[in-house]
């Protein structure tokens, strides 16, 4: 693959983009409700996995050895090999809609489900899975990701609290290791708590919400720097650079419609490029392992996958 490649691939938005850990395949998830994989130089359809008649796919990830492929749809929760075309297995998270999907380093795959607040956790790869379920209180759940913290795997919940009458508008960060979901875990006011990016070497976590992003010390939990942006956020990921560590957002330039890619430096946050690309707005983006390529998703089911020094240049 050079520069960049475009190409047409779901009826209806773009729902989720994940590579496969090596970086030779992407996924895509779709409002048309479809997971496809794509070669990655080529741009070529290797597989399709229906996962629904009517309804959207709202999230995908693969597992860190990439023999898994794990997707939500509805209430249901979809897991396939990647190797064995035979072999899947099928859960219903029960509570209600699943907005999210991801594995841990050590296998255990998480769902997050907006209302009631809760996530779910299982081994899919187990032939006697343990479900466990953790509720989150009166929040709204709107995000989560896998750290690394303290040598343990620890999830950070975001969730945001609106009472209109009571004049509450708030968004906290909610903290627990996966072998302590029973615990009390660490609890953080916070001002963004949707989309969530750890930093390549772990050290950061950025989080955002409509127009407002902070980055996170995971070692202290601490706020290391919070700006504003001009477009509303609907994906974010760190990629390793040449020589610094970059941060890009996607999202819609609400007045013009066309999607906007902005680049900014991973610790100051400072804008380094912006560029405009698909034509009715971003809704997905991923990166590649190693940071060479860049994938993003539209509202109009194109995906565009470009290499970071393409963006850069």
């Not at 520069?3 to 773009?14: L, M, T």
């Not at 050590?106 to 607040?117: D, F, K, R, T």
């Not at 127009?211 to 010390?217: A, F």
């Amino acid at each position: 693959m050079s520069g960049s490649i475009s190409f047409q691939a779901h009826q209806g938005s773009v729902t989720a983009l994940e590579f496969m850990p090596d970086g030779q395949i992407v996924a895509s998830a779709g409002q048309d409700g479809t997971v496809r994989m794509w070669e990655v130089k080529t741009g070529t359809l290797t597989r399709e996995l229906i996962v629904q008649q009517t309804g959207e796919v709202s999230s995908l990830a693969f597992n860190s050895e990439g023999n898994l492929l794990a997707c939500s749809s509805g209430n249901a929760i979809k897991v396939w090999s990647v190797t064995d075309k035979e072999w899947s297995r099928n859960f219903d998270a029960r509570l209600g809609k699943v907005f999210r999907v991801s594995f841990s380093p050590q296998g255990e795959l998480a769902a997050g489900i907006s209302y009631p607040p809760t996530v779910w956790l299982c081994h899919p790869s187990l032939k006697d899975e343990s479900i466990r379920v953790k509720a989150l209180g009166t929040h709204c759940l709107e995000g989560f990701v896998w750290a690394r913290l303290g040598g343990q795997d620890c999830l950070i919940c975001g969730s945001h609290l609106i009472q209109e009458q009571a004049g509450l508008d708030r968004r906290r960060l909610d903290i627990w290791c996966s072998d302590a979901l029973n615990e009390q875990g660490r609890r953080i006011e916070s001002s963004a708590a949707e989309h969530f990016a750890l930093s390549p070497d772990g050290a950061f976590c950025a989080v955002a919400s409509d127009r407002r992003i902070q980055v996170l010390n995971t070692d202290t939990l601490g706020k290391e720097m919070e700006v504003s942006v001009s477009v509303p956020i609907s994906g974010m990921a760190y990629c390793k650079g040449p020589s610094f560590a970059v941060l890009i957002l996607v999202g819609c330039d609400i007045a013009a419609n066309p999607g906007v890619i902005e680049v900014r430096d991973a610790r100051s946050l400072t804008l380094i490029k912006k560029v405009r690309a698909h034509d009715l707005g971003i809704r997905s983006i991923a990166v590649a392992r190693d940071s060479s390529v860049i994938a993003t998703g539209g509202s109009a089911g194109d995906i565009q996958l470009w290499k970071l020094e393409e963006l850069l240049r």
